[in-house]
Protein backbone atom coordinates (compact mmCIF):
# COMPACT_ATOMS: atom_id res chain seq x y z
CA UNK A 1 0.00 0.00 0.00
CA UNK A 2 0.98 3.14 -0.44
CA UNK A 3 1.17 3.93 3.25
CA UNK A 4 3.54 1.12 3.74
CA UNK A 5 5.74 2.52 0.68
CA UNK A 6 6.24 5.84 1.70
CA UNK A 7 7.14 5.04 4.98
CA UNK A 8 10.74 3.47 3.84
CA UNK A 9 11.54 6.86 2.58
CA UNK A 10 13.90 9.45 5.21
CA UNK A 11 11.35 11.45 7.51
CA UNK A 12 13.93 14.24 6.86
CA UNK A 13 12.53 14.76 2.94
CA UNK A 14 8.83 15.67 2.05
CA UNK A 15 8.79 12.77 -0.27
CA UNK A 16 5.87 11.78 1.47
CA UNK A 17 4.12 14.97 0.80
CA UNK A 18 5.51 14.84 -2.74
CA UNK A 19 3.71 11.54 -3.49
CA UNK A 20 0.65 12.28 -2.34
CA UNK A 21 0.93 15.50 -4.17
CA UNK A 22 2.07 13.85 -7.18
CA UNK A 23 -1.13 10.81 -6.99
CA UNK A 24 -3.45 13.82 -6.35
CA UNK A 25 -2.11 15.86 -9.54
CA UNK A 26 -2.34 12.95 -11.60
CA UNK A 27 -5.78 12.19 -10.46
CA UNK A 28 -7.08 15.82 -11.33
CA UNK A 29 -5.26 15.74 -15.14
CA UNK A 30 -6.85 12.23 -15.36
CA UNK A 31 -10.53 13.72 -14.20
CA UNK A 32 -9.83 16.77 -16.73
CA UNK A 33 -9.07 14.82 -19.89
CA UNK A 34 -12.20 12.10 -19.33
CA UNK A 35 -14.83 14.70 -18.09
CA UNK A 36 -13.53 17.69 -19.83
CA UNK A 37 -13.01 21.11 -17.94
CA UNK A 38 -16.35 22.52 -17.47
CA UNK A 39 -17.17 19.47 -15.22
CA UNK A 40 -13.16 19.34 -13.55
CA UNK A 41 -13.38 22.86 -12.19
CA UNK A 42 -16.64 22.82 -10.65
CA UNK A 43 -15.28 19.27 -9.30
CA UNK A 44 -12.20 20.85 -7.76
CA UNK A 45 -14.44 24.01 -6.40
CA UNK A 46 -16.45 21.72 -4.33
CA UNK A 47 -13.54 19.70 -3.36
CA UNK A 48 -11.66 23.23 -2.17
CA UNK A 49 -15.13 23.68 -0.15
CA UNK A 50 -14.83 20.86 1.30
CA UNK A 51 -11.07 21.15 2.78
CA UNK A 52 -12.41 24.28 4.45
CA UNK A 53 -14.81 22.14 6.25
CA UNK A 54 -12.25 19.19 6.70
CA UNK A 55 -9.80 21.97 8.66
CA UNK A 56 -12.57 22.60 10.57
CA UNK A 57 -13.09 18.99 11.46
CA UNK A 58 -9.39 18.96 11.59
CA UNK A 59 -9.04 21.51 14.30
CA UNK A 60 -11.29 19.51 16.81
CA UNK A 61 -10.30 16.43 16.16
CA UNK A 62 -6.85 16.49 15.73
CA UNK A 63 -5.76 19.31 17.78
CA UNK A 64 -8.37 18.93 20.40
CA UNK A 65 -9.30 14.70 20.05
CA UNK A 66 -13.43 16.12 19.73
CA UNK A 67 -15.52 13.63 17.40
CA UNK A 68 -18.08 16.24 16.28
CA UNK A 69 -20.02 14.03 14.11
CA UNK A 70 -22.56 17.21 13.76
CA UNK A 71 -20.61 18.69 10.91
CA UNK A 72 -24.00 18.38 9.09
CA UNK A 73 -25.46 20.96 11.34
CA UNK A 74 -22.83 23.43 11.12
CA UNK A 75 -22.99 23.12 7.50
CA UNK A 76 -26.62 23.74 6.95
CA UNK A 77 -25.92 26.89 8.94
CA UNK A 78 -23.35 28.35 6.36
CA UNK A 79 -26.06 27.74 3.83
CA UNK A 80 -28.80 29.01 5.35
CA UNK A 81 -26.50 32.90 5.81
CA UNK A 82 -25.47 32.43 2.61
CA UNK A 83 -28.52 32.60 1.63
CA UNK A 84 -30.30 34.89 3.62
CA UNK A 85 -27.87 37.65 2.99
CA UNK A 86 -27.16 38.02 -0.48
CA UNK A 87 -31.06 36.57 -1.95
CA UNK A 88 -32.77 39.73 -3.32
CA UNK A 89 -34.88 41.67 -0.92
CA UNK A 90 -38.34 40.50 -1.27
CA UNK A 91 -40.58 43.40 -1.21
CA UNK A 92 -43.73 41.94 -0.67
CA UNK A 93 -42.34 41.45 3.00
CA UNK A 94 -41.10 44.46 3.73
CA UNK A 95 -43.23 46.51 1.73
CA UNK A 96 -45.99 45.28 4.60
CA UNK A 97 -46.36 45.24 8.74
CA UNK A 98 -45.18 42.04 8.83
CA UNK A 99 -41.73 43.06 9.87
CA UNK A 100 -42.60 45.19 12.51
CA UNK A 101 -45.39 42.00 13.83
CA UNK A 102 -42.17 40.20 13.58
CA UNK A 103 -40.13 42.19 15.51
CA UNK A 104 -42.47 42.71 18.35
CA UNK A 105 -43.29 38.44 18.36
CA UNK A 106 -39.66 38.17 19.08
CA UNK A 107 -38.85 40.44 21.62
CA UNK A 108 -42.08 39.47 23.82
CA UNK A 109 -39.80 36.05 23.00
CA UNK A 110 -36.58 37.69 24.48
CA UNK A 111 -38.44 38.96 27.36
CA UNK A 112 -40.07 35.65 28.22
CA UNK A 113 -36.63 33.72 28.19
CA UNK A 114 -34.91 36.65 30.12
CA UNK A 115 -37.85 36.13 32.61
CA UNK A 116 -37.45 32.28 32.74
CA UNK A 117 -33.70 33.23 33.32
CA UNK A 118 -34.73 35.54 36.43
CA UNK A 119 -36.91 32.52 38.11
CA UNK A 120 -33.91 29.75 37.68
CA UNK A 121 -31.98 31.71 39.35
CA UNK A 122 -34.30 33.02 42.46
CA UNK A 123 -32.66 29.91 44.88
CA UNK A 124 -30.11 32.99 45.34
CA UNK A 125 -33.25 34.59 47.51
CA UNK A 126 -33.43 31.55 49.59
CA UNK A 127 -36.14 29.80 47.61
CA UNK A 128 -35.56 25.99 47.74
CA UNK A 129 -34.04 24.64 44.45
CA UNK A 130 -37.02 21.78 44.58
CA UNK A 131 -38.92 24.64 43.87
CA UNK A 132 -37.30 26.96 41.99
CA UNK A 133 -36.98 24.07 39.52
CA UNK A 134 -40.53 23.59 39.35
CA UNK A 135 -41.38 26.89 39.09
CA UNK A 136 -38.92 27.27 36.33
CA UNK A 137 -40.21 24.32 33.92
CA UNK A 138 -43.90 25.95 34.50
CA UNK A 139 -42.26 28.98 33.54
CA UNK A 140 -40.50 28.51 30.42
CA UNK A 141 -44.00 25.98 29.17
CA UNK A 142 -46.16 29.14 29.59
CA UNK A 143 -43.79 31.42 27.38
CA UNK A 144 -43.57 28.53 24.81
CA UNK A 145 -46.87 28.06 24.41
CA UNK A 146 -47.82 32.18 24.54
CA UNK A 147 -44.86 32.45 22.07
CA UNK A 148 -46.15 30.27 19.69
CA UNK A 149 -49.91 31.29 20.03
CA UNK A 150 -48.23 34.99 18.78
CA UNK A 151 -45.82 33.46 16.42
CA UNK A 152 -48.04 30.64 14.49
CA UNK A 153 -50.83 32.91 12.66
CA UNK A 154 -47.81 35.17 12.20
CA UNK A 155 -45.74 32.90 9.87
CA UNK A 156 -48.86 31.41 8.11
CA UNK A 157 -49.30 34.98 7.28
CA UNK A 158 -45.84 35.74 5.91
CA UNK A 159 -46.05 32.11 3.83
CA UNK A 160 -49.35 33.53 2.35
CA UNK A 161 -48.65 37.35 2.02
CA UNK A 162 -45.22 37.80 0.94
CA UNK A 163 -44.01 33.69 0.45
CA UNK A 164 -40.65 34.18 2.70
CA UNK A 165 -38.95 36.65 4.66
CA UNK A 166 -36.45 37.20 1.64
CA UNK A 167 -32.92 37.98 1.64
CA UNK A 168 -30.82 41.12 2.59
CA UNK A 169 -28.99 42.07 -0.85
CA UNK A 170 -25.55 41.46 0.57
CA UNK A 171 -22.16 40.21 -0.90
CA UNK A 172 -22.19 36.55 -0.97
CA UNK A 173 -18.98 37.00 1.15
CA UNK A 174 -20.92 38.65 3.54
CA UNK A 175 -22.88 35.15 4.16
CA UNK A 176 -19.89 33.16 4.72
CA UNK A 177 -18.74 35.38 6.99
CA UNK A 178 -22.34 35.25 9.19
CA UNK A 179 -22.53 31.64 8.76
CA UNK A 180 -19.25 31.28 10.66
CA UNK A 181 -20.01 33.36 13.17
CA UNK A 182 -23.36 31.99 13.49
CA UNK A 183 -21.92 28.36 13.50
CA UNK A 184 -19.33 29.89 16.03
CA UNK A 185 -22.19 31.28 18.43
CA UNK A 186 -24.36 28.34 18.20
CA UNK A 187 -21.15 26.17 18.57
CA UNK A 188 -20.13 27.85 21.71
CA UNK A 189 -23.69 27.11 23.65
CA UNK A 190 -23.23 23.72 22.61
CA UNK A 191 -19.67 23.42 23.87
CA UNK A 192 -20.83 24.14 26.88
CA UNK A 193 -23.17 21.49 27.38
CA UNK A 194 -22.04 18.72 25.26
CA UNK A 195 -17.85 19.33 25.93
CA UNK A 196 -18.68 17.26 29.46
CA UNK A 197 -18.91 14.29 27.22
CA UNK A 198 -16.19 12.07 25.89
CA UNK A 199 -15.73 9.61 22.86
CA UNK A 200 -19.26 7.91 21.77
CA UNK A 201 -21.31 10.64 23.96
CA UNK A 202 -20.09 13.61 21.95
CA UNK A 203 -20.75 11.94 18.84
CA UNK A 204 -24.30 11.18 19.28
CA UNK A 205 -25.03 14.55 20.98
CA UNK A 206 -23.53 16.69 18.50
CA UNK A 207 -25.15 14.37 15.51
CA UNK A 208 -28.69 15.04 17.39
CA UNK A 209 -27.91 18.74 17.40
CA UNK A 210 -26.99 18.93 13.75
CA UNK A 211 -30.92 16.58 13.01
CA UNK A 212 -32.57 19.42 15.36
CA UNK A 213 -30.85 22.33 12.99
CA UNK A 214 -31.87 20.45 9.97
CA UNK A 215 -35.43 19.80 10.93
CA UNK A 216 -35.93 23.45 11.69
CA UNK A 217 -34.99 24.76 8.24
CA UNK A 218 -36.42 22.14 6.77
CA UNK A 219 -39.92 23.28 8.46
CA UNK A 220 -39.38 26.71 8.77
CA UNK A 221 -41.15 27.78 5.86
CA UNK A 222 -41.85 31.32 6.35
CA UNK A 223 -37.72 31.90 6.84
CA UNK A 224 -36.07 29.36 4.31
CA UNK A 225 -39.16 28.40 1.93
CA UNK A 226 -38.64 24.74 3.60
CA UNK A 227 -38.73 22.01 1.06
CA UNK A 228 -39.45 24.03 -1.70
CA UNK A 229 -35.81 25.53 -1.88
CA UNK A 230 -34.43 28.68 -3.02
CA UNK A 231 -32.43 29.93 -6.29
CA UNK A 232 -30.48 30.95 -7.62
CA UNK A 233 -27.95 31.96 -5.30
CA UNK A 234 -25.67 35.39 -6.18
CA UNK A 235 -22.05 34.54 -6.19
CA UNK A 236 -19.32 36.78 -4.74
CA UNK A 237 -17.94 36.84 -8.61
CA UNK A 238 -19.78 37.28 -12.27
CA UNK A 239 -21.38 34.14 -12.67
CA UNK A 240 -21.36 31.70 -15.64
CA UNK A 241 -24.22 33.40 -17.24
CA UNK A 242 -22.02 36.40 -17.95
CA UNK A 243 -18.39 35.00 -18.30
CA UNK A 244 -19.63 31.46 -19.05
CA UNK A 245 -18.64 28.21 -17.18
CA UNK A 246 -15.41 27.49 -17.79
CA UNK A 247 -13.69 31.15 -16.75
CA UNK A 248 -16.66 32.04 -14.05
CA UNK A 249 -15.85 28.45 -11.86
CA UNK A 250 -11.97 29.59 -12.40
CA UNK A 251 -12.43 32.89 -10.75
CA UNK A 252 -14.27 31.38 -8.30
CA UNK A 253 -11.79 28.16 -7.41
CA UNK A 254 -9.44 31.01 -6.77
CA UNK A 255 -10.80 32.45 -4.36
CA UNK A 256 -11.82 29.69 -2.22
CA UNK A 257 -8.05 28.42 -3.05
CA UNK A 258 -6.96 32.28 -1.33
CA UNK A 259 -9.20 31.11 1.57
CA UNK A 260 -7.38 27.92 1.82
CA UNK A 261 -4.21 29.54 1.47
CA UNK A 262 -4.95 31.77 3.99
CA UNK A 263 -6.36 29.46 6.34
CA UNK A 264 -3.77 26.98 6.14
CA UNK A 265 -1.08 29.85 7.14
CA UNK A 266 -3.07 30.92 10.07
CA UNK A 267 -3.58 27.10 11.80
CA UNK A 268 -0.09 26.24 10.85
CA UNK A 269 1.01 29.33 13.04
CA UNK A 270 -1.53 28.56 15.77
CA UNK A 271 -0.33 24.83 15.25
CA UNK A 272 3.33 25.93 16.30
CA UNK A 273 2.77 28.54 18.74
CA UNK A 274 2.16 27.76 22.71
CA UNK A 275 -1.60 27.95 22.51
CA UNK A 276 -1.06 24.85 19.74
CA UNK A 277 0.63 23.03 22.13
CA UNK A 278 -1.15 23.41 24.80
CA UNK A 279 -4.53 21.97 22.65
CA UNK A 280 -2.20 19.03 22.02
CA UNK A 281 -1.16 18.62 25.27
CA UNK A 282 -4.31 18.68 26.53
CA UNK A 283 -5.42 15.95 24.19
CA UNK A 284 -3.01 13.56 24.58
CA UNK A 285 -3.20 13.97 28.59
CA UNK A 286 -5.58 16.04 29.82
CA UNK A 287 -4.96 14.93 33.34
CA UNK A 288 -1.10 16.44 33.23
CA UNK A 289 -1.95 19.48 31.48
CA UNK A 290 -5.10 20.13 34.53
CA UNK A 291 -2.31 19.04 36.47
CA UNK A 292 0.14 22.17 35.01
CA UNK A 293 -2.77 24.85 36.03
CA UNK A 294 -4.11 24.67 32.37
CA UNK A 295 -7.95 25.62 32.16
CA UNK A 296 -9.25 22.44 30.26
CA UNK A 297 -12.76 23.40 29.55
CA UNK A 298 -11.92 26.60 28.14
CA UNK A 299 -9.49 25.40 25.78
CA UNK A 300 -11.72 22.58 24.72
CA UNK A 301 -14.42 25.17 23.85
CA UNK A 302 -12.30 27.47 21.68
CA UNK A 303 -11.02 24.37 19.42
CA UNK A 304 -14.93 23.40 19.44
CA UNK A 305 -15.81 27.28 18.06
CA UNK A 306 -12.91 27.52 16.13
CA UNK A 307 -13.55 24.13 14.05
CA UNK A 308 -17.15 25.27 14.23
CA UNK A 309 -16.40 28.84 12.15
CA UNK A 310 -14.70 27.35 9.45
CA UNK A 311 -17.38 24.48 9.01
CA UNK A 312 -19.69 27.44 8.96
CA UNK A 313 -17.15 29.26 6.34
CA UNK A 314 -17.31 26.22 4.40
CA UNK A 315 -20.47 25.45 3.80
CA UNK A 316 -21.68 28.97 2.85
CA UNK A 317 -18.97 29.15 0.15
CA UNK A 318 -20.21 25.31 -0.64
CA UNK A 319 -23.84 26.41 -1.56
CA UNK A 320 -23.24 29.93 -2.78
CA UNK A 321 -21.45 27.69 -5.43
CA UNK A 322 -24.15 25.04 -6.04
CA UNK A 323 -26.66 28.29 -6.54
CA UNK A 324 -29.57 26.82 -4.81
CA UNK A 325 -30.35 26.61 -0.53
CA UNK A 326 -32.22 22.94 0.08
CA UNK A 327 -32.65 22.20 3.54
CA UNK A 328 -33.19 18.40 2.59
CA UNK A 329 -29.90 18.66 0.61
CA UNK A 330 -27.42 18.61 4.04
CA UNK A 331 -27.66 14.94 3.94
CA UNK A 332 -25.13 12.78 6.65
CA UNK A 333 -22.95 10.83 3.91
CA UNK A 334 -21.92 13.87 2.30
CA UNK A 335 -21.57 16.24 4.99
CA UNK A 336 -20.33 14.65 7.74
CA UNK A 337 -18.71 11.13 6.87
CA UNK A 338 -17.30 12.05 3.81
CA UNK A 339 -15.45 15.12 6.08
CA UNK A 340 -14.11 12.49 8.42
CA UNK A 341 -13.20 10.42 5.68
CA UNK A 342 -11.34 13.44 4.42
CA UNK A 343 -9.47 13.94 7.84
CA UNK A 344 -8.79 10.33 8.49
CA UNK A 345 -7.33 9.48 5.04
CA UNK A 346 -5.23 12.68 5.11
CA UNK A 347 -4.24 12.46 8.56
CA UNK A 348 -5.39 14.38 11.53
CA UNK A 349 -3.53 16.97 13.14
CA UNK A 350 -2.08 17.39 9.49
CA UNK A 351 -3.13 20.70 8.23
CA UNK A 352 -1.57 19.96 4.60
CA UNK A 353 -2.21 16.48 4.84
CA UNK A 354 -6.11 17.43 5.59
CA UNK A 355 -6.70 19.57 2.42
CA UNK A 356 -4.39 16.83 0.33
CA UNK A 357 -6.91 14.05 1.35
CA UNK A 358 -10.12 16.03 1.08
CA UNK A 359 -8.88 16.47 -2.70
CA UNK A 360 -8.43 12.93 -3.02
CA UNK A 361 -11.67 11.64 -1.47
CA UNK A 362 -13.88 14.49 -3.30
CA UNK A 363 -11.84 12.93 -6.73
CA UNK A 364 -12.60 9.07 -5.91
CA UNK A 365 -16.47 10.59 -4.46
CA UNK A 366 -17.10 12.15 -8.22
CA UNK A 367 -15.58 9.79 -10.16
CA UNK A 368 -16.94 6.70 -8.62
CA UNK A 369 -19.76 6.93 -10.17
CA UNK A 370 -19.35 7.59 -13.80
CA UNK A 371 -16.47 4.46 -13.68
CA UNK A 372 -18.88 2.04 -11.85
CA UNK A 373 -21.15 2.99 -14.98
CA UNK A 374 -18.38 1.71 -17.21
CA UNK A 375 -17.58 -1.39 -15.85
CA UNK A 376 -21.42 -1.74 -15.25
CA UNK A 377 -22.07 -1.04 -19.04
CA UNK A 378 -19.06 -3.16 -19.84
CA UNK A 379 -20.26 -6.56 -18.11
CA UNK A 380 -23.84 -5.90 -19.34
CA UNK A 381 -22.80 -5.81 -22.82
CA UNK A 382 -20.52 -9.04 -22.54
CA UNK A 383 -23.81 -10.87 -20.71
CA UNK A 384 -25.59 -10.08 -23.80
CA UNK A 385 -23.59 -10.89 -25.96
CA UNK A 386 -22.32 -14.02 -24.68
CA UNK A 387 -25.16 -15.29 -22.72
CA UNK A 388 -28.06 -13.32 -23.78
CA UNK A 389 -28.79 -11.72 -20.28
CA UNK A 390 -31.71 -9.18 -20.10
CA UNK A 391 -30.13 -5.27 -19.84
CA UNK A 392 -31.13 -3.86 -16.62
CA UNK A 393 -32.64 -0.40 -17.33
CA UNK A 394 -31.50 1.45 -14.01
CA UNK A 395 -28.08 1.61 -14.18
CA UNK A 396 -27.40 4.96 -13.43
CA UNK A 397 -28.62 4.57 -10.21
CA UNK A 398 -27.02 1.84 -9.72
CA UNK A 399 -24.01 3.52 -10.64
CA UNK A 400 -24.61 6.28 -8.15
CA UNK A 401 -24.92 3.55 -5.30
CA UNK A 402 -21.23 3.02 -6.21
CA UNK A 403 -20.44 5.87 -4.30
CA UNK A 404 -21.39 4.52 -0.52
CA UNK A 405 -19.58 1.13 -1.23
CA UNK A 406 -16.33 2.85 -2.43
CA UNK A 407 -16.24 5.31 0.58
CA UNK A 408 -17.59 2.29 2.79
CA UNK A 409 -14.70 0.30 1.37
CA UNK A 410 -11.96 3.42 1.57
CA UNK A 411 -12.51 3.53 4.96
CA UNK A 412 -12.08 0.30 5.79
CA UNK A 413 -8.97 0.55 4.02
CA UNK A 414 -7.21 3.00 4.94
CA UNK A 415 -8.28 2.53 9.16
CA UNK A 416 -6.75 -1.20 7.99
CA UNK A 417 -3.35 0.05 6.38
CA UNK A 418 -3.06 3.53 7.02
CA UNK A 419 -5.04 4.23 10.30
CA UNK A 420 -3.07 7.50 11.19
CA UNK A 421 -3.89 8.84 7.57
CA UNK A 422 -1.26 8.77 4.48
CA UNK A 423 0.42 11.97 5.83
CA UNK A 424 0.68 11.43 10.25
CA UNK A 425 0.96 14.46 12.31
CA UNK A 426 4.17 15.32 13.03
CA UNK A 427 5.42 15.53 16.81
CA UNK A 428 8.26 16.89 17.79
CA UNK A 429 10.25 15.10 20.80
CA UNK A 430 11.88 17.04 22.82
CA UNK A 431 15.12 15.69 24.61
Known amino acids: MLAKMIEKFPQGLPVRETLVAG ?7 LVFLTQGNAYSIRMLVEASCYAIIALGLTIQWGYGGQFNAGVMGFVAMGGFCAMLFSVPVNPDFWGSDLPGRLGRTFLWGLAGIALVVAVSRIDRLGVPKKWRTLLTIILALLVWMIFRA ?44 CLGLRSDYLAIATLGIAEIVKAFLKNADWLTRGTATVSPLPWPTPGPGELGFILARSIYLAITAIMIVAIFYLLQKAYNAPWGRMIRAIRDNEISAQAMGKDINKRRLEVFVFGCVLIGIGGGALTTFNGIFDAQGFLPLNHTFLVLVMVILGGPGNNLGTILGALLVYIIWVMSEP ?32 RVFVIGLLIVLVLRYAPKGLMPEKTQQVN
Do not use: C, K, T
Open 23 to 29: LILVSIL
Open 371 to 402: LALLVMQLVVDLGSNWFAWEAPDNLSSRALQA
Open 150 to 193: LFDPLADAIESEAGFVGGLGLPAWIGWLMGGLLAGVVGYFIGHI
